[in-house]
């Protein structure tokens, strides 16, 4: 997946198939949310850091639902490492981007 910022964005239709091989980090937000804003541009940076080696993707909760309660998703941004479709690795709240590349390369 190219990580553009349109190709950033999965739904509840495309999340499990998104998730399912490989490394991916996935960014649950809202557009109400401040906090959320803030972490945009910093998924934006890693995704141009990781390349194609990682998918970064971001889920609107308030659009997608279905994703966000199977997840357990109570407070946003909550930031999601999955590896084969497994989570591994959660964070809530806004993280700086050393944090989330060190949460990458140790399930990379």
Same mark, same amino acid.
């Given at each position: 997946?190219?990580? /553009?910022?349109?190709?950033?964005?999965? $739904?509840?239709? +495309?999340?499990? %198939?998104?998730?399912? #091989? =490989?490394?991916?980090?996935?960014?649950?937000?809202?557009?109400?949310?401040?906090?959320?804003?803030?972490?945009?541009?910093?998924?934006?940076?890693?995704?141009?850091?990781?390349?194609?080696?990682?998918?970064? /993707?971001?889920?609107?909760?308030?659009? $997608?639902?279905? +994703?966000?309660? %199977?997840?357990?998703? #109570? =407070?946003?941004?909550?930031?999601?490492?999955?590896?084969?479709?497994?989570?591994?690795?959660?964070?809530?709240?806004?993280?700086?981007?050393?944090?989330?590349?060190?949460?990458?390369?140790?399930?990379?």
């Amino acid at each position: 997946m190219a990580n /553009s910022e349109s190709d950033l964005t999965m $739904n509840d239709a +495309s999340f499990e %198939k998104v998730i399912s #091989t =490989g490394l991916t980090l996935v960014d649950f937000w809202a557009e109400w949310c401040m906090p959320c804003k803030m972490q945009t541009p910093i998924m934006a940076e890693i995704a141009k850091t990781v390349g194609d080696s990682v998918t970064i /993707s971001k889920l609107n909760v308030d659009e $997608n639902p279905n +994703s966000a309660v %199977k997840y357990g998703i #109570t =407070g946003i941004p909550t930031s999601i490492v999955f590896k084969d479709g497994q989570e591994v690795q959660r964070f809530v709240g806004v993280q700086n981007k050393d944090t989330l590349l060190k949460a990458i390369d140790s399930h990379g």
